[in-house]
Every structure is written in structure tokens, then in C-alpha cells.
């Protein structure tokens, strides 16, 4: 592979994951793995949860970057009951596809969406996701 499939706009991405906010809006956030499915196009064919460890309810910590620059450290859950809202948030967005020998191709990746506070707040920017 010589380029795996990225979004193509990030700002695209953190608008769509605003509109998609999936818990309470006072909630610290929540996070859910999983593996999407892009075609040669960049369109999301599939996207399906990855659980290694059902049921773990083992926490992941984040550093976030405030405003002003100073960082803190920021724990969210991860939560398959969240997939419909990364779910949602990905077949939002276009994706740049993957690569062999100079041809888009399809490919299938691991990925974590996070819904933290700053995810929902922030305004649109470039790829510091």
C-alpha cells in the first residue's frame, strides 16, 4: 500500500462529529474502535465496531490542548453504544482512498473515533485531530 485513506477534509469531519454528538452535552465524552471500509472513490462502503476485549469498560486517557495552549489530560470511556454516532460521522465523510502503484484501491483500516468536549466546541481546523 502506498498511501492508506484519510479524510479529505478534517474541518468537514469535526463539523460532522458536532452534528452527530452522540451523549448528553454535559457528558466528558466517549470514544468507540472501528473498522471502516472505503471503496476506490473515498466513499465509506462499511463500518463495523472492534471490540478485542468485550465489555472491558477499560478507560482511555487523551492530553487536550486548551486555547491557550496549556495541555490537560482528559479520560473518556470507550463505549460501543457510541457506534451509531461514529457511524454516522464517518458515511459523513469523504476520504481520500488508498493507494497501490499509483491506483486507488479499496481498504478496509482500524480506527478510534473520540467525542471529547474539544471535539464538540472547537471550531474546524486542519488535521490536529
Given at each position: ?41 473515498g466513499h465509506v462502503t462499511a463500518v463495523q465496531p ?42 459523513d465523510v469523504q476520504f481520500t482512498p488508498a493507494m ?23 471550531p474546524a481546523r486542519g488535521p490536529a485531530m
Amino acid at each position: 500500500m502506498d498511501r492508506l485513506p484519510v479524510p479529505a477534509d478534517y474541518a468537514a469531519m469535526q463539523a460532522s462529529m458536532r452534528r452527530h454528538w452522540p451523549t448528553d452535552p454535559q457528558a466528558d465524552g466517549a470514544s468507540v474502535t472501528v473498522d471502516v471500509s472505503v471503496d476506490e472513490a473515498g466513499h465509506v462502503t462499511a463500518v463495523q465496531p472492534f471490540t478485542p476485549f468485550a465489555n472491558s469498560g477499560m478507560p482511555s486517557r487523551m492530553v487536550l490542548r486548551n486555547r491557550d495552549g496549556s495541555e490537560r489530560m482528559h479520560e473518556i470511556r470507550r463505549d460501543p453504544g457510541v457506534f451509531p454516532a461514529a457511524e454516522a460521522v464517518l458515511r459523513d465523510v469523504q476520504f481520500t482512498p488508498a493507494m497501490r502503484d499509483g491506483e486507488p484501491v479499496a481498504h478496509t483500516f482500524r480506527m478510534t473515533i473520540s467525542f471529547t468536549p474539544d471535539s464538540r466546541s472547537a471550531p474546524a481546523r486542519g488535521p490536529a485531530m
